[in-house]
C-alpha cells in the first residue's frame, strides 16, 4: 500500500478534524500529493495540494478553512479541516504523483498513486 488516508468520522458544522495520508517513502518523494473530494452522486474534485517545495494550493471552497501540510520526517501530508459545513460531506482521498512531473493537476486524472478514501460527514 503506497497511500493510507486515515482520520475521517462525524462531526458537527462547525467542528474541526483532521486527515492523514501516510505515504511510502518513495511516493513520499512525489513532486505533488493531495486531497481530492467526491460527495454522493459528484464527481471528485480537487480540495488541496502541497509541492516537494511545500508551495501550497486550496479550493476558493475551502479557502481559510482548511490547511494542507506535510511531515517529511513521518511521510506523511495532513489536511487540517476547521469550520466544517455540511457541503464538505464526503469521501477524502489522498492522491501523489503527478502525471505531468512538475505540474500541478486540478483533476484527479493528473496523479498517479490513490489511497483508499475516508469518510467525512458533517451533520447540520
Known amino acids: 500500500v503506497q497511500l493510507q488516508a486515515s482520520g475521517g468520522g462525524l462531526v458537527q458544522a462547525g467542528g474541526s478534524l483532521r486527515l492523514s495520508c501516510a505515504a511510502s517513502?518513495?511516493?513520499?518523494?512525489?513532486?505533488?500529493m493531495g486531497w481530492f473530494r467526491q460527495a454522493p452522486g459528484k464527481e471528485r474534485e480537487y480540495t488541496a495540494l502541497?509541492?516537494?517545495?511545500?508551495?501550497?494550493y486550496h479550493a476558493d471552497s475551502v479557502k481559510g478553512r482548511f490547511t494542507i501540510s506535510r511531515d517529511n520526517a513521518k511521510n506523511t501530508i495532513h489536511l487540517q479541516m476547521n469550520s466544517l459545513k455540511p457541503e464538505d460531506t464526503g469521501v477524502y482521498y489522498c492522491?501523489?504523483?503527478?502525471?505531468?512531473?512538475?505540474?500541478?493537476?486540478?483533476?484527479?486524472?493528473?496523479?498517479?498513486?490513490w489511497g483508499q478514501g475516508t469518510q467525512v460527514t458533517v451533520s447540520s
Open positions: 502541497i509541492r516537494w517545495s511545500g508551495l501550497t
Open positions: 517513502a518513495r511516493t513520499f518523494r512525489s513532486d505533488v
Open positions: 492522491a501523489a504523483g503527478s502525471l505531468d512531473y512538475g505540474s500541478v493537476s486540478l483533476t484527479p486524472r493528473g496523479y498517479h498513486y
